[in-house]
């Protein structure tokens, strides 16, 4: 009775906050509430489907509610109930030992409110999809009249094909991505707190901000502790921006060092022993630790992820086309010299796009051409990359249709940044946002390890997520530029 009741609230509360992320301009309304709806109705029809083991896509069905792209739910599941059945306490002071913990600390709390069932998984990513939604338009201002990078940004979470799959099953990716928005209109916050003198903010709200910041990270590192440590290295220039612009500089300067110890400790702690020893020991506020961190720790764990993702089958690994295969070999026998060691490097006797399977392990000489491939495989659609012999990649079961989708989605959303963001810095004479820094060097140190360790391309669709909401949310800091309105800039693009 007591989750029946609690279930009818949580419904109210997610229509107050469709009500007041819709209340502004009409065509952004009309965006959110497409992908709410989609996902409410599609949810639902693929649970039951597999719940009630109807003959539809059978093959696809893992049963209870749960299908074959989510084989991470019943995990989530099972490790929730686990934690439940030690009370209250171990709900709160998870053990770090599972699998992205702190999402299973939420889905222990819905399935304790709402039932142990897969459906939970509805409740918690349509109300991680508003959210995400409610924090782009507070980002880009855009209270009464949408600008064309919210409407653009709405449109890319509600209807992108990656984030859509991802929030019709128990994962976490729908509520990573709330994380990632949340942080950054955290991070704006912080900004204009500093920046805008003509609008006057409390103190205490600062304060609240800095402990959603410190949750946010917490709860990210907790799931991808890399991701949330990226965060917390690319703050440094952030925090160092604001502080140099602020006419306040001096208490600016002692509340930044503060809360970038605190952030810190976050990912620390919300990683936990996830972390790699030698990359923690630059998060320990001891000195002791921090002055025996090594940069060779990162490089380490780099090399040491992509021998794993090189040893481990994957139905669709990324292979180099025949295109990069031949000016690998090329430049092989190029620098070929016999006489330098007594033994020349052998050329592969057949090259990647003839064999039916990579090789468990690349040689030396296929670091390139196989990181270039996993490039291509990110920013071109399948069918482009395999016609003119960049890359080659099979499984898939059937969905190949839905990634090209998907990385058509991801150019454009990436190509409208790139075009939006050159556009306004170019005709606008204010200053840079930090937060438009900050997500450009998030982008830029993502993605090269992403591409250079990560050799399949199921996996490479799911943290292609993070590239993709970074770029989606670059254009919005410009909207918010001091001296600038998204009326302005609207003309800037039309």
Excluded at 50 to 58: A, D, K, M, N, V
Excluded at 476 to 493: F, I, N, W, Y
Aim: hydrophobic content about 55%; glycine content about 8%.
């Amino acid at each position: 009775m007591i989750q029946l009741v609690l279930t009818i609230a949580a419904g109210v509360g997610l229509w107050q906050l469709w009500a007041r992320t819709t209340s502004a301009d009409p065509r952004a309304a009309a965006i959110v509430t497409g992908g709410f709806v989609l996902r409410a109705i599609v949810a639902q029809a693929l649970f039951w489907i597999s719940w009630l083991r109807l003959p539809i896509g059978e093959s696809l069905q893992t049963g209870n509610g749960f299908w074959f792209f989510a084989l991470d739910g019943p995990t989530y599941l099972e490790s929730a109930e686990n934690v439940l059945r030690n009370g209250p306490a171990a709900v709160l002071f998870i053990d770090a030992v599972y699998a992205s913990h702190t999402f299973v600390q939420i889905v222990a709390a819905c399935i304790a409110a709402f039932g142990s069932v897969a459906a939970v998984a509805i409740l918690l990513n349509c109300a991680a999809y508003l959210g995400t939604c409610a924090v782009i338009v507070r980002i880009a201002r855009c209270d009464r009249r949408a600008s064309w990078p919210c409407l653009v940004a709405l449109s890319a979470v509600a209807f992108g094909p990656a984030t859509m799959l991802w929030s019709l099953q128990l994962l976490k990716d729908t509520y990573l991505l709330f994380l990632t928005v949340a942080i950054f209109g955290a991070f704006q916050y912080w900004q204009d707190f500093w920046l805008d003198a003509a609008t006057a903010r409390a103190p205490w709200r600062l304060t609240a901000v800095v402990a959603a910041m410190m949750v946010c990270v917490f709860s990210l590192a907790g799931m991808r502790w890399y991701f949330a440590l990226v965060i917390w290295t690319a703050s440094v220039v952030f925090f160092s921006i604001v502080v140099w612009r602020t006419e306040r500089r001096r208490a600016a300067l002692v509340a930044t060092v503060a809360v970038f110890v605190l952030l810190a400790q976050s990912v620390r702690f919300g990683g936990g022993g996830d972390i790699p020893f030698g990359i923690s020991r630059m998060l320990d506020p001891r000195p002791g630790m921090l002055m025996a961190w090594r940069p060779s720790g990162v490089t380490r764990f780099l090399g040491n992820a992509r021998n794993g993702f090189e040893n481990t089958p994957g139905g669709t690994t990324i292979v180099a086309g025949p295109a990069l295969a031949r000016s690998a070999q090329t430049s092989e026998k190029a620098n070929d010299s016999p006489t330098a060691s007594g033994s020349s490097i052998a050329s592969p006797t057949a090259s990647p796009a003839a064999s039916p399977a990579p090789s468990p392990r690349a040689s030396p000489a296929d670091v390139v051409p196989q990181t270039w491939a996993r490039v291509v495989a990110v920013l071109l659609p399948r069918f482009v990359g395999q016609t003119v012999g960049l890359v080659q990649m099979g499984g898939g079961r059937g969905l190949w249709l839905f990634a090209e989708l998907d990385t058509i989605f991801f150019d454009v959303v990436l190509l409208f940044a790139a075009w939006y963001s050159v556009r306004t810095l170019r005709y606008s004479r204010a200053p840079v946002p930090p937060l438009f820094v900050l997500l450009v060097l998030i982008f830029v140190l993502l993605f090269p390890p992403m591409v250079y360790t990560v050799n399949n391309f199921g996996t490479l669709l799911r943290l292609r997520q993070m590239l993709y909401i970074i770029a989606a949310i670059i254009p919005l800091t410009l909207v918010a530029k001091q001296g600038l309105r998204p009326s302005s800039l609207d003309g800037l693009s039309s």
